[in-house]
């Protein structure tokens, strides 16, 4: 099952037992869920291709103290309507889960309407965000358990793309151990990352979470190896790259930042793997950065 | 804390003149006046001591700006302390020139932004409907010239297609939207579904007439008309 089915599963499943947790759908994947809409239908809401009315009504619904799940393509659900998004949960002082597919280059055949590289940028223009950018259906399970118990604002990044296995846990975990320096790995990029820094010694850490950032995790990394560290993020390059200036204030480090091309649009379809290619986070171009960023024989 | 005197629908000019020094947008704040003393004086089931009570009725300022007759009135009604009408916008105070409901007990949104209150109430509605809460009502004032933004035209559809028969939408019509709406307002909402009616907005007895709780699930528009705004240019 992908990260998707398993989100509609979960959610399903959750509103069965839970009578706080209401999904709010602007038609998307609204199908899947017809048979909890059957048996909760206030609480599987479908308020067809409307997206600010998506995002206000999941403010509402939070207003009354009830957990809302608002789910859609990541540029409907975070681009689109953004204003709401900053001021429907935040500046309301309520929370809300919102769970987007599509992410960065998912969907590469549709091309760029439904892609939205900037969207975790976009959310660390607002405080109080936590931002899962998880690599594996089991952690999206966890996470989204996790989620639907809290109050806060949670942005859960679905992929259809994963890795090979899940790393449960909390925190940047330590995948590989080296000492010519740290490669921050974030959600589906790892395998890519193992593939590309395979024989090197260089030690890589796994994210399932960038916001917060783990900024301890990477300062306890970095004392352990040499001090330059490569990101690498499946959405617009750099996007973290002020978090690892900030844990790292007053140690001497470099910074790589990998990720979603800035300086172009992509115009083309194909697959995702061609458009890793494009924006050299496929493990050769990884390989590549690796070798030119990092002093490893 | 101190002591409150019961203050009336006369009281309200003194009581905006003590922020009006201040003051952004007069018109529009004094169009809203006869609509919020009614809501407050003889519709809304709500008081200060039931600002967090479950079954209370919640209104929604969404047109946020010009909120002078907003704080009168909940000045007059014991929401705030009318000595705190005189800090009005300044650093220090809760009275903003866009309410905050974090700021302000009583007050539901934090509004400012235009056409985020319609879909906050049909939030508010179905989460009220999801927990069983079949008695509180949910309002909503917005103005002619705010109806331009799209959001309240997703909300218009939505709410009566989800049978929201516990919210209504005042709009407080002073022929502010550039553009206009030919065929009128109360149209945009009945041909969506709601019981709409079109009332002089500063009639007191036709506004709580019309403002009174209906039984039904259909959503109920009032549109309350007013002076143009361009009177008081």
């Known amino acids: 099952m992908d990260m998707r089915d398993t989100f509609l599963t979960d959610i399903s499943a959750a509103i069965d037992t839970d009578p706080r947790i209401a999904l709010v759908l602007a038609d998307i994947s609204a199908v899947a869920v017809e048979d909890v809409a059957l048996r909760h239908p206030d609480q599987v809401i479908n308020v067809g291709i409307r997206e600010q009315t998506l995002i206000g009504v999941a403010g509402g619904l939070a207003l009354t103290g009830l957990r809302p799940v608002a789910h859609s393509y990541a540029p409907f659900l975070i681009e689109r309507p953004f204003e709401q998004v900053k001021l429907d949960f935040g500046h309301q002082d309520t ?164 990720g979603i091309r800035r300086d172009t649009e992509i115009r083309r379809y194909g697959t995702p793997e061609q458009h890793d290619t494009a924006h050299g986070i496929d493990p050769d171009g990884l390989r590549t950065a690796f070798d030119g960023f990092f002093s490893v024989n | 804390m101190t002591t409150m005197t019961r203050l009336e629908y006369p009281d309200l000019p003194g009581l905006i003149d003590r922020m009006s020094g201040a003051e952004k947008h007069t018109p529009a704040s004094q169009s809203t006046t006869d609509v919020l003393w009614v809501l407050y004086d003889e519709i809304l089931n709500v008081s200060p001591s039931t600002v967090d009570d479950p079954l209370r009725d919640r209104f929604l300022l969404s047109k946020g700006h010009g909120p002078m007759a907003y704080y009168a009135v909940l000045a007059a009604k014991g929401f705030i302390d009318p000595a705190e009408l005189d800090t009005w916008a300044t650093y220090d105070s809760r009275l903003g020139q866009h309410p905050d409901r974090v700021l302000i007990p009583g007050v539901e949104i934090a509004a400012g932004s235009l056409g985020h209150g319609l879909p906050l109430g049909i939030g508010m509605a179905l989460g009220l409907r999801a927990q069983g809460n079949s008695t509180s009502r949910i309002v909503v004032l917005t103005g002619d010239a705010e109806l331009d933004e799209g959001s309240n035209h997703e909300a218009i559809q939505v709410a009566a297609r989800l049978n929201l028969g516990r919210l209504t939408t005042v709009v407080v019509d002073n022929s502010s939207a550039s553009l206009g709406w030919p065929g009128g307002i109360a149209d945009r909402f009945e041909r969506e579904g709601w019981d709409a009616v079109t009332v002089d907005g500063r009639d007191h007895r036709v506004l709580a007439d019309a403002l009174r709780d209906k039984p039904g699930t259909r959503p109920r528009a009032v549109i309350a008309r007013v002076e143009p705004k361009h009177l008081f240019q």
């Open chain 1, 95 to 258: 929370g809300a889960v919102l769970v987007s597919i599509g992410g960065s280059h998912e969907w590469t055949e549709g091309g760029r309407t439904h892609m939205s590289p900037g969207d975790v940028a976009l959310l660390d223009t607002l405080p109080g965000w936590t931002v899962h950018v998880p690599g594996h259906a089991a952690e999206v399970r966890e996470l989204l358990a996790d989620a639907l118990l809290r109050d806060d604002r949670i942005y859960l990044r679905l992929n259809i793309r994963a890795n090979r296995v899940p790393h449960l846990g909390s925190g940047f975990q330590t995948i590989r151990q080296g000492t010519a320096g740290v490669v921050l790995a974030v959600g589906p990029m790892l395998d890519s990352v193992l593939e590309a820094t395979a024989g090197r010694d260089l030690t890589v850490l796994y994210a399932s979470t960038i916001r917060p950032f783990d900024g301890v995790r990477l300062r306890s990394a970095v004392w352990d190896a040499r001090p330059d560290v490569a990101v690498v993020e499946p959405y617009l390059r750099g996007t973290s790259s002020h978090f690892v200036n900030d844990a790292l204030a007053d140690v001497p480090h470099r910074v790589l930042s990998l």
